[in-house]
């Protein structure tokens, strides 16, 4: 049973003529003649509402394509891109977390730390992987690998899909802000190649925490923010309703973020999101990770980690005070304008007649209290 989203009803509609049309059993008197040229004459004029729809997605609709129950999730790249993944559970100090994969395996016949947040596919299964959200040993998990990996300079590969890390009280009990930022630690001390792919939603902490990556790419209809639309929404006008202003302020789609440089790469996806060509968006991933491991396979682990801090350190720089990232090394004072001050400041009469009314203005303010 196909899922459709609220505003796919024309083509729920036209998928549904397109089936009878296609079952010859769909008479009541018997076997009818497949008519091929009204079939064809539906899957185009089903194909351009496609293309007419995800061509004209406004942010809130783009959240519900990002979290459509058919779309793909980690645990499928995984099982088809990669080689011999071999599982590896546990953070050493607490339990296992069933939100995240995490093992060792084989791309192209390169050895790679591949990472998932894993939501699930049915009711039984979400529940078992807490629906992607992260508990600190999840996060304490993938430390422990990233450090390994590091080691032996095995690339990582990670998959980005969660709401956000685990809220729960157990969960901040075992310190999930601190795991979150020994995560986002880690993953910028590392000196091999990592590779973020943001294939569903990316939320908040809980994603960037496996997201600090030398590379960070997203599907097309896949959204990344600092919180939920509704979330925001909520706090912001105390109305969950507003979504759609939310969505619209959070430039937290692929193409917004990509103008603000906050990612590297857009992914383009099959027309009606990634679950209607699975295969398709698995080659186009493919190709991303094949290109981007490539990028990085000539540099020494210094220059590597100069480029990840470069990247980060130039998101925003462009727009605010500091576009040269090199002027970030030094943290000296700037006498010069300091300088320039008391220079005016003596050379101007009427200045100094306003500084000392006000100096004035206080002692005698101060002299009527005391």
């Not at 032996?152 to 157990?170: E, H, Q």
């Not at 006008?237 to 937290?252: T, V």
């Not at 590597?304 to 462009?318: A, N, Q, T």
């Amino acid at each position: 049973m196909k899922n459709y989203l609220s505003f796919e009803t024309d083509i729920k509609n036209l998928e549904a003529e397109l089936d009878k049309l296609k079952d010859p059993y769909n008479k009541e008197d018997g076997i009818s003649q497949v008519d091929t040229s009204k079939i064809a004459d539906t899957q185009n004029e089903l194909n351009s509402k496609l293309k007419e729809i995800y061509s004209n997605l406004d942010p809130w609709q783009t959240t519900l394509v990002a979290r459509h129950e058919d779309r793909p999730k980690s645990k499928y790249f995984i099982d088809n891109l990669f080689e011999d993944f071999i599982p590896l559970s546990g953070d050493r100090y607490y339990g296992e977390d069933k939100s995240v994969l995490a093992g060792f395996a084989k791309f192209n016949g390169t050895s790679v730390l591949v990472i998932g947040q894993e939501k699930g596919d049915n009711l039984e299964s979400r529940i078992e992987r807490n629906f992607g959200m992260m508990r600190p040993e999840g996060y304490r998990k993938t430390i422990r690998l990233m450090e390994l990996a590091n080691r032996f300079n095995i690339p990582i590969i990670s998959f980005i899909d969660t709401p956000g890390a685990y809220p729960g009280v157990g969960a901040e009990e075992r310190g999930q802000a601190e795991a979150i930022a020994k995560s986002i630690e880690c993953c910028m001390k590392l000196t091999v190649p990592t590779i973020s792919i943001v294939i569903g939603e990316g939320g908040s902490g809980g994603a960037i925490a496996l997201a600090s990556s030398s590379k960070v790419v997203m599907l097309e209809n896949a959204i990344y923010s600092v919180i939920s639309p509704e979330g925001c929404a909520t706090i912001l006008w105390r109305d969950p309703k507003k979504m759609l202003d939310a969505a619209k302020a959070m430039k937290l789609s692929a193409g917004d973020l990509l103008e603000l440089k906050v990612i590297d790469e857009i992914i383009p996806e099959p027309i009606g999101g990634a679950h209607r060509d699975k295969d398709k968006i698995l080659e186009s991933v493919s190709e991303s990770i094949k290109t981007n491991l490539s990028f990085f396979s000539e540099m020494s682990p210094e220059q590597i980690l100069d480029h990840r801090k470069s990247k980060f350190l130039k998101i925003g720089r462009e727009k605010g005070f500091m576009s040269d990232v090199s002027e970030l090394s030094s943290l000296n004072k700037n006498d010069k304008n300091l300088e320039s001050v008391i220079s005016n400041f003596k050379g101007s009469k009427k200045q100094q007649i306003i500084f000392g009314v006000v100096v004035i203005s206080i002692i005698a303010t101060l002299a009527y209290i005391l």
